[in-house]
């Protein structure tokens, strides 16, 4: 059954027990999946495939259209996915269970990385991938303790079983702000490292505030105050950035 989502304690989170917990690949494969059903994407085995590419080489997954296929026939026989009639996979109820499991673990890992290690941002997404799969239920909760309870990834994304949306209330993408109003950002994607590396250091990050100066759809790019600089952003990126009206 899926958990609901409320605000809970450390001491309350649920994962699947270690010794029945998934293989690494499949839960690269739940993790993926369940960040594209926060983005209410539910991917052919193609566009599946373009996203698993993005993850770390390290993680050794065959990222062939024909091995990705093969992949999700065995998780549809581990009752974690289906794939419709219009060939679009979703995550079943187990499936989604499964994808908070190895997504909570992942964005603490990644708060782990960036908060107590003093890793640079745009290093966190990968190595919280080397991390992850490894972690107990004791060891999330001591970590947990000693984040402070973070209710989101340092890339903005919500952590499972914190309560936290999908998406915050009032939230758009960049790319439809208004020119001159001031904008919370609210999430960056994580899976580019020099993207990360670009946004990081022109403070286009979580709870950092922006303001749209110029926009040139025409063109392509628009131009981003962060309140000492400015900053041009191409819209192909501007529509993965999500944030919120701070006025």
């Known amino acids: 059954m899926v958990r609901s989502r409320k605000n809970i304690t450390s001491s309350e989170f649920e994962t699947i027990d270690n010794d029945h917990r998934l293989s690494p690949g ?17 991917p ?24 990705v296929a093969g992949m999700i026939r065995r998780m549809q026989r581990q009752n974690l996915v289906d794939v419709g009639s219009d060939k679009r996979i979703r995550l079943t109820r187990q499936g989604l269970e499964g994808g ?13 990385v960036v908060k107590l290690l003093g890793m640079e941002l745009h290093q966190a997404h990968n190595e919280a991938h080397r991390l992850e799969h490894g972690m107990s239920q004791q060891f999330q ?13 340092p890339y903005g994304r919500p952590i499972p079983g914190t309560g936290e949306p999908k998406i915050p209330l009032g939230a758009i993408t960049l790319d439809k702000a208004k020119s ?33 100066e110029n926009a040139a759809p025409y063109l392509g790019v628009m131009q981003v105050s962060n309140g000492k600089d400015l900053v041009s952003i191409g819209y192909n990126v501007a529509q993965q950035i999500l944030v919120i009206p701070n006025e």
């Open 44 to 67: 052919t085995v193609t566009q599946l495939t373009d996203t698993l590419r993005q993850l770390p080489e390290a993680e050794g997954l065959g990222t062939s259209v024909p091995s």
């Open 141 to 153: 909760e001591k970590l947990v303790q000693r984040l402070g309870y973070p209710t989101r990834s």
């Open 100 to 112: 908070e499991d190895i997504a909570r673990r992942h964005r603490l890992a990644e708060w782990l």
């Open 180 to 212: 001159g109003n001031p904008y919370l950002v609210d999430r960056i994607p994580e899976d580019d490292s020099k993207l990360l590396c670009f946004l990081s250091d022109s403070k286009i990050t979580p709870e950092h505030s922006i303001t749209v």
């Open 26 to 42: 499949t839960e690269n494969y739940l993790l993926c999946l369940y960040k594209l059903w926060e983005d209410e994407e539910s």
